[in-house]
C-alpha cells in the first residue's frame, strides 16, 4: 500500500507562486508514474500534470502549460509541483497520484491518491 500526502498549498495573490510537494511512503516510489489533479467546489476533477518514472517526459494540461513544471526526486520519494503565474481559477484542492502505468491524464488509471492540500488564489 502506497501512502501519498501532499503539502504546500495556501493562500496566495493573482500572478503569485507556490510550490507543492508530494511525499510517497509504503512502495517502490521509482516504479509509479505520478501526477497531479485537482477540483474546486462545484466542478468536476480535473488532470494538471503528469511525470514518468524517471522524469524523463512530463504532460501538462493546456490550461497550465507554461506556467506549472511538475518535478520529481527519486532519492526523497517526492514530487514538485511549482505554480507560477497564478490565476483565481486556479483554485483548488490539488491532489497527488501514483500509478503503476499511468502516464496519462486520466484519473481511473491511477492507483493511488492523497488527501489533497488547498490552493487559494484571491484576485
Known amino acids: 500500500q502506497v501512502q501519498l500526502v501532499e503539502s504546500g498549498g495556501g493562500l496566495v495573490q493573482a500572478g503569485g507562486s507556490l510550490r507543492l510537494s508530494c511525499a510517497a511512503s509504503g512502495g517502490t516510489f521509482s516504479s509509479y508514474v505520478m501526477g497531479w489533479f485537482r477540483q474546486a467546489p462545484g466542478k468536476a476533477r480535473e488532470f494538471v500534470a503528469t511525470?514518468?518514472?524517471?522524469?524523463?517526459?512530463?504532460y501538462y494540461a493546456d490550461s497550465v502549460k507554461g506556467r506549472f513544471t511538475i518535478s520529481r526526486d527519486n532519492a526523497k520519494n517526492t514530487v514538485y509541483l511549482q505554480m507560477n503565474s497564478l490565476k483565481p481559477e486556479d483554485t483548488a484542492v490539488y491532489i497527488c497520484a501514483a500509478g503503476v502505468n499511468a502516464y496519462s491524464s486520466l484519473w481511473p488509471d491511477y492507483d493511488y491518491w492523497g488527501q489533497g492540500t488547498q490552493v487559494t488564489v484571491s484576485s
Open positions: 511525470i514518468r518514472r524517471s522524469g524523463s517526459s512530463t
